[in-house]
């Protein structure tokens, strides 16, 4: 009697590796290899037209919401210059747009019709004659694509290409200019001076054994020269700070609308007590405040 023949035992299968990309039909003839390259190149260019189209329009709406912008000067964002006058970077305006909302159809034709479509992006430029117009958002993906060309034609070295962007007609400074530190001298010069506005206002009780009121142990500097530690200003600069507020029409010329008077009281034992705020007594006498 023949014995039955043991089944063999299935061996473990290994699990299929899944391609995450899309594979391309392999081309054997000369035309198909031809258009292979040529689909390959169209998308590539459409990407790329896609990606400068959406970045004017991100430009766009920057100039559109800070139309008028004395920080940017309408631009958005800011370009900073180093010393020697070259570009050094970008970041976005800091001042609050001027408008809330920019229209969909003016956003798209300022984006593709007129000299102003770059205004606000990023190029880059090579000595050997390469060179990109705007259309990066900010300084740092142009020297990207300038890192790329450089890898692909100089061998990952630098030739001293550089990056450069486009500014609203007009605009002649793109560096971040802050206000002028001096201005608050010619204040103080121009304005009351620290004897016109020195009272003889009554200390607040102070308690030297109270660990509460450390900050306010410091004796009075009597050199005017020396800046007040809780506020940061010399007795000059502290009476004449919001003189350079514009006077309002039928406004006290004294405290400038604001009914507060900054003063250096006589009667100060410590630091924290000498430059104070009083009530102006030129425009709210006779009125009864809260």
Same mark, same amino acid.
């Given at each position: ?5 043991? &089944? ?15 594979? &391309? ?22 990407? =790329? *037209?896609?990606?400068? /189209?959406?970045?004017?329009? !991100? ?24 010393? !020697? ?47 990109? =117009? ?14 790329? *060309?450089?890898?692909?034609? *100089?061998?990952? =070295? ?15 400074? /793109? ?39 450390? *900050? ?56 924290? !007590? ?9 425009? /709210? ?6």
């Amino acid at each position: 009697m023949a014995t039955a023949r043991r &089944k063999p035992t299935t061996r473990r299968r290994k699990p299929v590796k899944r391609t995450s990309q899309v594979r &391309k039909p392999r081309a054997t003839t000369r035309g198909q290899k031809l258009a292979t390259w040529a689909a390959t190149k169209i998308g590539e260019a459409s990407e =790329k *037209h896609t990606s400068t /189209v959406m970045s004017r329009k !991100d430009a766009a709406i920057l100039r559109m919401t800070h139309e008028g912008c004395a920080r940017c000067k309408g631009n958005g964002q800011i370009f900073t210059k180093g010393k !020697d006058g070259s570009f050094t970077g970008s970041k976005p305006c800091p001042a609050k747009p001027t408008r809330a909302k920019a229209g969909r159809m003016r956003v798209a034709i300022a984006a593709r019709f007129g000299s102003d479509k770059r205004t606000g992006l990023v190029g880059w430029t090579c000595p050997c004659g390469s060179k990109e =117009k705007p259309r990066f958002r900010d300084a740092r993906e142009a020297t990207k694509a300038l890192r790329t *060309h450089e890898r692909k034609k *100089h061998g990952g =070295k630098s030739v001293g290409g550089a990056w450069y962007g486009q500014v609203p007609e007009g605009a002649t400074e /793109v560096t971040d200019q802050k206000k002028p530190a001096p201005k608050k001298k010619a204040a103080a010069q121009n304005g009351p001076t620290v004897a016109s506005r020195t009272v003889r206002a009554p200390t607040s009780p102070h308690d030297p054994n109270d660990p509460t009121q450390e *900050h306010r142990r410091g004796p009075v500097n009597p050199d005017p020269s020396v800046r007040n530690p809780h506020s940061g200003l010399t007795d000059t600069e502290w009476v004449a700070q919001g003189c350079d507020r514009p006077l309002e029409k039928g406004g006290c010329p004294e405290c400038r609308s604001t009914t507060f008077l900054p003063v250096v009281n006589a009667n100060a034992k410590t630091d924290y !007590d000498r430059q104070i705020f009083i009530r102006c007594t030129s425009c /709210v006498a006779g009125r009864v405040t809260a």
